[in-house]
């Protein structure tokens, strides 16, 4: 209505790059992120390598997403499946049913994660049951994703502001606090010394490819992006967004990295499931800041998981919508947007139940060995066979 303003970033606010950016940035950082576990299990458990390799990991998921939006841009193809059937080529009959395994496997790990985490988050905030928790992320997951692409990116930037405030507000008085923590953790690790629980002995090699691993198993997401090729104008737009998606995701993590070193040596590391609790309560403000990091994971879990089911979403209904005379498809749209929201939702929520999280963790394994075989081989094999000209 007139002289309303949205509650979400607006497109006049908020530029159709960044939300592109914000939509990236709320794919790769989810409560795995918010909590520490993720950045303390890929970077820091391999020492002083810490502090470069994230670079090198968001270039990379930066080069790869800009390549797949500019792919998907030019050929209009807004969803993963046509998007592989065109680059795949004569080999879309193996390959593109392949991604869709990836895919699933993707659904079935990073967003039944989504769910877990934020239902035991909400459950140990409001005091009620795990499988109510999930209910509710659950409902906002159905609602978000049921309404499309721009709803999606509108909610994947407002999500994206807060979680980066809420990380400054965390953090930044941390580091200020613990500083010279923060340099004896360097020093120690410069040094040789192993942080808390790592079972790694510094070397470059290991540290490496457990860089390159995170950026495989966040590589499959790429195809979350495509839908939101279809309002863009021109390739400077994808180009300026790529930018932006490596600038925000270093930040957010080297700013992560950092806060977290003052708690690398700290003997309660060894039982925690939440390193950036430990930091909060080693720190200042733990009255205040214990409850922002809580809500900080729960916004994580649930930007992940609406992007993800979303993705799915606008394959699944593209596929039934292609096969439908033009003046039927915008009747029912809704309704068929419900019906695959509700279909791909209730599995996520049904795998969360069972709390099986260490096969959720052999779960992001696996995808990123699905993802080197579906994404990152064809996307290198695509650019070097074309020259860079199909883009």
């Known amino acids: 209505m007139a002289g309303k303003k949205s509650i979400l970033v607006d497109k006049n606010k908020m530029p159709l790059t960044m939300g592109i950016a914000f939509v990236a940035f709320t794919t790769q950082f989810g409560g795995g992120f918010a909590s520490g576990a993720q950045i303390y299990s890929y970077f820091i458990n391999y020492g002083a390598w810490c502090l470069i390799l994230p670079f090198l990991t968001q270039g990379l998921y930066a080069l790869f997403f800009w390549y797949g939006m500019r792919y998907a841009?030019?050929?209009?193809?807004?969803?993963?499946?046509?998007?592989?059937?065109?680059?795949?080529?004569?080999?879309?009959?193996?390959?593109?049913?392949?991604?869709?395994?990836?895919?699933?496997?993707?659904?079935?790990?990073?967003?039944?994660a989504a769910f877990a985490t934020g239902g035991s988050t909400l459950n140990q905030l409001l005091n009620i049951?795990?499988?109510?928790?999930?209910?509710?992320?659950?409902?906002?997951?159905?609602?978000?994703?049921?309404?499309?692409?721009?709803?999606v990116r509108k909610t994947a930037s407002t999500l994206s502001v807060l979680i980066i405030v809420g990380l400054v507000v965390v953090l930044v008085p941390n580091i200020i606090a613990q500083f010279g923590d923060i340099q004896n953790s360097i020093g120690r690790m410069a040094a040789g010394e192993m942080v808390v629980c790592s079972s790694q002995d510094g070397s470059f090699i290991p540290a490496l490819w457990s860089a390159v691993l995170y950026f495989l198993f966040q590589l499959?997401?790429?195809?979350?992006?495509?839908?939101?090729?279809?309002?863009?104008?021109?390739?400077?737009?994808?180009?300026?967004?790529?930018?932006?998606?490596?600038?925000?995701?270093?930040?957010?993590?080297?700013?992560?990295?950092?806060?977290?070193?003052?708690?690398?040596?700290?003997?309660?590391?060894?039982?925690?499931?939440?390193?950036?609790?430990?930091?909060?309560?080693?720190?200042?403000?733990s009255m205040?800041?214990?409850?922002?990091?809580?809500?900080?994971?729960?916004?994580?879990?649930?930007?992940?998981?609406?992007?993800?089911?979303?993705?799915?979403?606008?394959?699944?209904?593209?596929?039934?919508?292609?096969?439908?005379?033009?003046?039927?498809?915008?009747?029912?749209?809704?309704?068929r947007m419900a019906v695959f929201t509700g279909i791909f939702t209730a599995l996520a929520f049904g795998i969360a139940q069972f709390g099986l999280m260490a096969v959720v963790q052999k779960g992001y394994a696996y995808l990123g060995y699905a993802s080197l075989i579906t994404v990152f081989i064809p996307f290198v094999i695509h650019a070097i066979y074309t020259k860079m000209k199909e883009i």
Not at 73 to 93: E, P, Q, V
Not at 132 to 144: S, Y
Request: hydrophobic share 50%.
């Open 73 to 112: 841009y030019k050929h209009k193809t807004y969803d993963y499946r046509s998007f592989s059937d065109r680059l795949y080529g004569k080999t879309r009959y193996v390959m593109s049913n392949l991604f869709e395994i990836t895919y699933l496997i993707m659904i079935g790990t990073a967003s039944a």
């Open 129 to 151: 049951p795990y499988w109510l928790c999930t209910l509710i992320v659950a409902a906002f997951i159905f609602l978000v994703a049921m309404f499309g692409t721009n709803v």
């Open 220 to 285: 499959a997401s790429v195809s979350v992006m495509y839908q939101h090729m279809e309002p863009v104008t021109s390739v400077k737009q994808i180009n300026h967004s790529a930018i932006w998606m490596f600038v925000v995701n270093s930040f957010a993590m080297m700013l992560s990295i950092v806060g977290l070193l003052a708690v690398g040596y700290v003997s309660e590391l060894a039982d925690a499931s939440v390193p950036m609790l430990v930091l909060v309560q080693n720190g200042v403000g």
């Open 288 to 335: 205040i800041l214990t409850p922002i990091i809580s809500i900080l994971i729960i916004l994580g879990a649930v930007s992940t998981g609406v992007n993800m089911v979303a993705g799915i979403v606008v394959r699944c209904v593209n596929a039934v919508e292609r096969r439908m005379e033009a003046p039927k498809r915008s009747k029912g749209h809704m309704g």
